[in-house]
């Protein structure tokens, strides 16, 4: 039998990735991002996922928690089973069933966890090679983040030549380097207004981007050496500058998106408060939606924690670690 399960983390990116390379034909099928993208990989923001190759399949099937999986991920999961069955040889279609272990609607990303679970997954089931350098362009088909969840810790994935996304992803230092702790605020469960694969696609758009990708190239290396020196002030600074500026190019796109709620705000204003009156070392980055993730020592979180509860407006606090990359495991789904 040609099954397997794997478990991943989510992550949260420091320095963002908006905006891809149009793509370069057959030659290259995986996103190539515009500008490097740094993040932290989430431990207790995780996906399970079993995927079987199986002979008796009439057509690939997947559960997402239990429910048939959205068109739209279905066919982004097809898209990477096509990939594997490319590389092994294997003719089977696949039954794939997935659950995560947070809120999915909380604004922590489960297509990235997601989808590097099921590449590790889907790719052992099929006998392929699992270490994470083979996995990326799999992973990179369901979506671009989800490479960064191969490793554990602080991961920098960049811009690659045609070909190449497996030289993309490197592990920058593993969890244990850094106990930092992310707090999410979550503000709406709605799902998301606009997703993030058109907005990649409308980034070129924005008078605005340019800018960005030059000052994100003047980051990445303060933000390498930030997480060598485990400096959070250096850290956080360009964090919430790299948010803002992703989120002035995402408004004036066209179509123009604004993804923030008026409590997006109240947070933001609290974090820089906390800071600044209160003493602790809090800094905060959005993605793409409305929640605020505050980045925190692990020895502050109860304080943020509690903090961030009491701001109106505010539904929950969620919290995860710095966590380590995927993992195999015996306990299928079925
Ligand atoms: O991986 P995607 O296509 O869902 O894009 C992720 C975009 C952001 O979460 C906003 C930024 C990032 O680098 O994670």
């Known amino acids: 039998m040609m099954k397997a399960t794997a478990e991943a ?14 793509r370069g034909g057959e030659a290259q099928r995986e996103p190539n991002p515009l500008n490097p993208s740094i993040s932290m990989t989430l431990d207790g923001a995780r996906t399970t996922t079993t995927a079987a190759f199986l002979e ?43 659950v995560n272990g947070f809120p999915t609607s909380a604004g922590i990303a489960s ?3 997601g989808f590097a679970a099921l590449a590790l997954a889907a790719a052992r089931a099929a006998g392929l090679a699992c270490e994470p350098r083979s996995l990326v362009s799999l992973a990179l088909l369901g979506s671009g983040s989800a490479c960064r969840s191969l490793y554990g810790g602080f991961v920098i994935w960049s811009p690659h030549a045609a070909g190449h996304a497996e030289d993309s992803v490197r592990q920058m230092a ?51 050496q930030a997480i060598r020196d485990r400096d959070l002030a250096a850290l956080g600074e360009a964090m919430e500058a790299d948010a803002l ?19 997006t705000i109240s947070v933001v204003k609290r974090v820089r408060a906390l800071r600044e009156r209160e003493g602790l070392d809090c800094y905060f980055t959005i993605d793409a939606g409305p929640n605020v993730h505050v980045i925190a020592p692990q020895e502050q979180a109860e304080p943020v924690t509690r903090a961030l509860e009491e701001i109106p407006g505010v539904l929950e606090v969620l919290r995860c670690r710095c966590g380590r990359g995927p993992r195999l495991t015996d306990t299928h789904l079925f």
């Open 9 to 22: 983390g989510s992550n949260i990116a420091f320095i963002k990735y908006w905006g891809v390379h149009p």
């Open 111 to 113: 297509s990235a966890s």
């Open 56 to 98: 008796d399949q009439s057509e690939d099937s997947c559960l997402l928690n239990d429910r048939p999986a959205p068109q739209e991920a279905l066919h982004r999961v097809r898209t990477v089973l096509d990939e594997v069955r490319a590389r092994s040889g294997t003719r089977f279609f696949a039954r794939v069933e997935s």
């Open 245 to 263: 500026g992703m989120h002035a190019v995402i408004m004036t796109a066209r179509p123009s998106v604004i993804y923030w709620e008026p409590a």
């Open 174 to 224: 593993p969890a244990s380097h850094w106990p930092l702790t992310d707090m999410v605020a979550v503000v709406s469960r709605s799902k998301k207004e606009v997703s993030s694969d058109r907005g990649h696609r409308t980034a070129a758009t924005s008078p605005l981007l340019e800018g960005r990708v030059r000052n994100v190239v003047r980051r990445v290396p303060e933000v390498e």
